[in-house]
């Protein structure tokens, strides 16, 4: 057999070794969306929203991945530094840091962007019925999760305490946990409550209302809630829904305050990475919704409520196209 000029050998395997490389991995654009912890109900919503992107990579060479994170206020923080391109935030939190408020006072982001909102989120309270909590008060001396510093509920909880009139650092044994190990530790006994901001049906509760230690969502009151929705833009009335947690000794639905939870991102993402993005979620809004029970309620209108950022031009450019927004 003759021999092959060596020089074509090369040339040849050199393009078979470059072609997929400049074909697909050169051109795919990686983006994550931060969460929270995999208990809630956010770290969920960013895989059912990058299933949906992923589904179309050979049309838009993005691919997006999941992180589990400490929640909302860790997400901002992230997407400004440029660490993540999405995150799910609490609208009050989105509304506090783009203003300079809470963790961000005197400092606003201005560089945040609101994409959509997404579910409802209440702002809940877990106690053990042997600790004897049944209202706000009875909080006092015990050893109460008032949530992880990078947690959307750190400040709801804060916010609850203060209009009761409590001292969290004085009048409570208050620890700053992630909600995964609430759970856990409320089972356990090392844990007398914990306060949580999720939509529902989350794992977190399933796990906390299912153990042979019983337990309550404690009812934060009438005075609290009214107090709340006049003092601040973002709070307004809504129930926890029991149906989902058979193992809590509740008999109704709890009333609290909820707040929604949004997908942030940053002005310096690209324009088309963040139209891709809304336009799998909302061209494909039923499958999406179909993805978890926290969902059902969700409308197209719904979803463009409760944004306090501006719009990114990639998000306002779909639902320009779809009339959503003049
Ligand atoms: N609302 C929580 C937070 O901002 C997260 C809830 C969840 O993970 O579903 O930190």
Not at 8 to 19: I, P, Q, R, S, Y
Not at 222 to 251: E, F, M, Q, R
Not at 276 to 297: C, I, Q, R, S
Request: with cysteine; net charge positive; glycine share 10%.
């Amino acid at each position: 057999m003759p021999k092959k000029p060596l020089g074509v050998l090369v040339v040849f395997t050199c393009f078979l070794l470059c072609l997929p490389l400049s074909a697909t991995a050169a051109r795919t654009t990686y983006v994550t969306i931060g969460t929270g912890g995999i208990t809630g109900v956010y770290y969920p919503t960013g895989g059912a929203i990058s299933s949906l992107v992923n589904k179309k990579r050979g049309q838009y060479n993005l691919r997006a991945t999941v992180e589990s994170t400490g929640g909302s206020v860790f997400n901002i923080n992230a997407i400004m530094a440029g660490d993540l391109e999405f995150g799910v935030v609490q609208s009050d939190r989105q509304y506090q840091a783009y203003k300079g408020l809470a963790e961000w006072q005197g400092r606003p982001q201005e560089k945040l962007r609101s994409v959509f909102s997404i579910h409802q989120e209440s702002v809940n309270l877990l106690a053990t019925v042997d600790s004897g909590i049944k209202k706000l008060s009875d909080l006092k001396g015990h050893r109460v999760n008032i949530g992880n510093p990078g947690a959307g509920q750190r400040g709801n909880a804060i916010d609850i305490l203060a209009a009761a009139g409590i001292d969290f650092e004085k009048e409570l044994r208050a620890v700053g946990l992630k909600p995964a190990e609430s759970a856990k530790m409320l089972q356990s006994g090392q844990l007398d409550a914990f306060f949580y901001t999720v939509g529902h049906p989350n794992d977190s509760f399933i796990e906390a209302t299912s153990g042979h230690r019983k337990v309550r969502f404690v009812n934060i009151g009438k005075s609290i809630i009214d107090k709340l929705v006049k003092s601040y833009p973002y709070y307004i009335t809504s129930t926890t829904p029991i149906s989902y947690y058979p193992g809590a000794v509740n008999s109704a639905d709890v009333p609290s305050v909820s707040v929604k939870a949004t997908l942030c991102t940053s002005i310096d993402v690209d324009a088309a990475i963040v139209y891709a993005v809304v336009k799998e979620v909302f061209d494909n809004l039923e499958t999406f919704k179909a993805m978890h029970p926290a969902y059902t309620e969700l409308t197209r209108e719904g979803m463009l409520q409760g944004l306090t950022a501006p719009l990114h031009p990639g998000a306002a450019k779909y639902f320009k196209e779809v009339g959503l927004i003049p």
